[in-house]
């Protein structure tokens, strides 16, 4: 298999833009997760879905974001307008979830910069 | 305060040595990841534990429920080793969401 697949694995956009990133789980996990990782606030998680479900977005920082998962392949992270401080490295990762805790596989991230 | 809390910050340590990172966590903390960041960026999961112990090559993951605290052991460090550690609990309310420490960046010196 393949991994998370994330893209693009590098973006560099102006203030106000929007941005779009995008996930694709291991084939057959059920569970997805979107985290971002700063050097102030270290991992953080964003919001996870169960069956293309999302469960809980506590960790959205605000309207601005929105995550979406269509379908059990693919799952975008948006950000519009972006600002600066949005700026960090996000992480996708899957597992499969079978009733208990189990190890989440991470994509290689996608490091945003925001002018 | 964090639910997870890991010490040391950083650590140098010369080829050979034997290594232990610790992790504490807060009650409702049902089960500690351990997770390996290389300097490239990309995270791999090292161990998931709720009681006990497990081993993997010469990596030792522990954690003792009562006390709250887990350890990773590195025998026989290598530089290759070197690489940010982080130890993530996932609660008993969002069994699936994981709560991260701040990291251990741990490097090997020849």
């Known amino acids: 298999d393949a991994g998370v697949i994330q893209s693009p694995r590098h973006e560099v956009t102006e203030m106000g833009q929007e941005v779009t990133l995008r996930c694709k789980p291991i084939?057959?996990?059920?569970?997805l997760f979107w985290y971002r990782q700063t050097m102030m606030r270290g991992l953080e998680l964003l919001i996870y879905f169960n069956n293309n479900v999302p469960i809980d977005d506590s960790g959205m920082p605000e309207d601005r974001f929105s995550a979406k998962m269509p379908n059990a392949s693919f799952s975008t992270l948006k950000i519009q307008p972006s600002e600066p401080r949005d700026s960090a490295v996000y992480f996708c990762?899957?597992?499969?979830?079978?009733?208990?805790?189990?190890?989440?596989?991470f994509g290689p991230g996608t490091r945003l910069l925001v002018l | 305060k964090n639910e997870v809390e890991q010490s040391p910050q950083n650590l140098t340590a010369q080829e050979g040595e034997f290594i232990t990172i610790n992790c504490s966590y807060s009650?409702?903390?049902?089960?500690l990841h351990w997770l390996q960041q290389h300097p490239g960026g990309g995270i791999v999961s090292l161990f998931m534990?709720?009681?006990g112990k497990k081993k993997h090559g010469r990596l030792i993951a522990t954690i003792n429920i009562q006390e709250k605290h887990s350890s990773l052991h590195i025998t026989a460090s290598h530089p290759r080793d070197s690489a940010v550690y982080i130890c993530a609990g996932t609660n008993l309310q969002g069994a699936q969401k994981l709560v991260f420490g701040q990291g251990t960046r741990l490097t090997i010196n020849p």
């Open positions: 009650v409702g903390i049902s089960a």
């Open positions: 534990l709720s009681s």
């Open positions: 084939s057959g996990h059920n569970s």
């Open positions: 990762a899957s597992s499969l979830v079978r009733g208990r805790v189990e190890t989440q596989y």
